[in-house]
């Protein structure tokens, strides 16, 4: 029952930022571990960042550390991303995801998310 909705993506120049939202209705987010993954034409679906319920722990794929942050406000029953020093290598569509209410852990593994968003493009180009 729980219904994710991503916005905020775009087309921007190497350098820029963007800031994608993962917005939550159906079910009190608090309650969820949440990941960001993002797919590229011709390529597997990849796992980005993770969030735990409190947002006490958070993971990053190797290539976005230090340039991306995930965050979240569970008032707002919103998750975050932000995307700093955007490379051509990011495009992608960028997809949230929420695990089962009782898992407590971050997993990279796409297969383990039960609940997803539609997603958003991310272009990063001249």
């Known amino acids: 029952q729980l219904q994710l909705v991503e916005s905020g993506g775009g087309l921007v120049q190497p350098g820029g930022s963007l800031r994608l939202s993962c917005a939550a209705s159906g079910g009190t987010l608090n309650y969820y571990v949440i990941g960001w993954f993002r797919q590229a034409p011709g390529k597997e679906r990849e796992g980005v960042s993770c969030i735990t319920r409190s947002g006490g722990r958070t993971n990053y794929v190797d290539s976005v550390k230090g340039r991306f942050t995930i965050s979240r406000d569970n008032a707002k029953n919103t998750v975050y991303l932000q995307m700093n020093s955007l490379k051509p290598e990011d495009t992608a569509i960028y997809y949230c995801?929420?695990?089962?209410?009782?898992?407590?852990?971050?997993?990279?593994?796409?297969?383990?998310?039960?609940?997803w968003g539609q997603g958003t493009q991310v272009t990063v180009s001249t």
């Open positions: 995801a929420a695990l089962r209410p009782s898992a407590l852990m971050c997993t990279s593994r796409s297969g383990a998310y039960d609940y």
